[in-house]
Nanobody, 124 residues
Framework: QVELVESGGGSVQPGGTLRMSCRAS????????IGWFRQRPGKEREGVAV????????RYADSLKGRVRVFIEDANDTVYLEMKNLEPDDTATYYC?????????????????WGQGIQLNVSA
């Protein structure tokens, strides 16, 4: 069993920057993919950004490219999501997930382990 604990959410004004973190209970290099998903109000959960710890391969949602960055701090088995130029439409519950097993790496249902989620509110 893998536990994922997110932190760093909160309230941010439009145009701001935020970094969220997700700490894994295992050596992060034992996962094939780990990353971030979100669920905006009234919408389905969607992929934001994921990374393959061993190869360093990253994948981003097309709509968020250029505004988000996913990276790992291996010393702490932590994956980060940095978002800039935040917009009200970024308001969502953000989830960390790990251990992809098939298909598109940005599709939520292909991940085995999930964090509890943290809330990000973007408003003036």
């Amino acid at each position: 069993q893998v536990e994922l604990v997110e932190s760093g959410g909160g309230s941010v004004q439009p145009g701001g920057t935020l970094r969220m973190s997700c700490r894994a209970s295992i050596n992060i290099y034992h996962t094939n993919y780990i990353g971030w998903f979100r669920q905006r109000p009234g919408k389905e959960r969607e992929g934001v950004a994921v990374i393959s710890p061993v190869g360093g391969v990253t994948r981003y949602a097309d709509s968020l490219k250029g505004r988000v960055r996913v990276f790992i701090e291996d010393a702490n088995d932590t994956v980060y999501l940095e978002m800039k130029n935040l917009e009200p439409d970024d308001t969502a519950t953000y989830y960390c997930a790990a251990e992809w097993h098939t298909g598109n790496v940005l599709i939520p249902r292909y991940y085995k382990y999930w964090g509890q989620g943290i809330q990000l509110n973007v408003s003036a």
